[in-house]
């Protein structure tokens, strides 16, 4: 089975999962896992495997409306190289420190593949879940669409600098707080724009109709052979972490002024269905 069919069994289980973290007495906690073969492309260095991977779970976090508190790793790999795990600490402390939060250590171990466990603290009195969009809401989505997918194409033609600096995304922590209170669902769209409105849409019981033009990074059109790699880049790709969300209209002008990045309306919640300029919108993304 997929994943998604795996995580739709085991939520028949566990009622408290389901979102991009799970709320315990006002603390959200996620956890993730990142793999050498699925999600650090050759020449991605250490500091942006730790950047990355720490970051993963931050937005897990951000997605919630929370504040982060700390997190925590597992770094296992064949062997131990000091420069290596420097730089991968590096990264780590790096990106808890730039969303207020703190990188507290975690565990080492020896395996076959470099793999990376993240797992990050929250806190919140009022947690943003997928399951609250409404008729009507608009549908938003932070900052740009694609950086990840250019810096995958970036990593192919061995433009490493470059690849890797696209790769160190910024955990959309602000701009969550400032959204907390506001949006009536919301989620990161680590698995791509398109799957995100599905899911979204499954959580809340609506549909999602989104129209162009969507706020595609710039990096994408400079790597992009033709509209329809661009449009898989931007919408089907993934790993952006950008937060997809909905807010009622009376709340969007103060949403805008309050999410310090660009918040872009890119359509309307409806009844049913998830559309793109009218047409069915492929329930397609980021696959582990």
Known sequence: MDERTALGILGERLPAAGDDAAVVDGQVVTTDMLHDRTDFPDGTTRYTAGWRAVGASLSDVAAMGAAPTAAVAVY???????????????????????????????????????????????DTDDPVLRSGATVGDAICVTGTLGRSGA????????????????????????????????????????????????????????????????????AVDAVADGPDERMELGVFFGEDFELVCTIPEVELASAREAVPVALTRIGTVTDSGVTLDGDPLPDRGYTH
């Open 76 to 122: 296992a790999a064949p062997a131990f190289e000091e420069s290596e795990l420097r730089d991968f600490v590096d990264g780590a402390v790096d990106v808890c420190e730039s969303v207020g939060a703190e990188y507290v250590g975690g565990d080492l171990d020896d395996h076959v593949e470099f793999t990376v466990v993240t797992t990050a603290l929250g």
């Open 151 to 218: 810096a995958l194409r970036l990593f192919d033609r061995g433009e490493l600098d470059r690849a890797n600096d696209r790769f160190q995304f910024h955990p959309r922590v602000e701009s969550g707080r400032a959204l907390a209170g506001r949006a009536t669902a919301m989620m990161d769209s680590s698995d791509g724009l398109a799957r995100s409105l599905h899911q979204l849409a499954e959580a809340s019981g609506c549909g999602m109709a989104i129209e162009s033009p969507l706020p595609i990074d710039d």
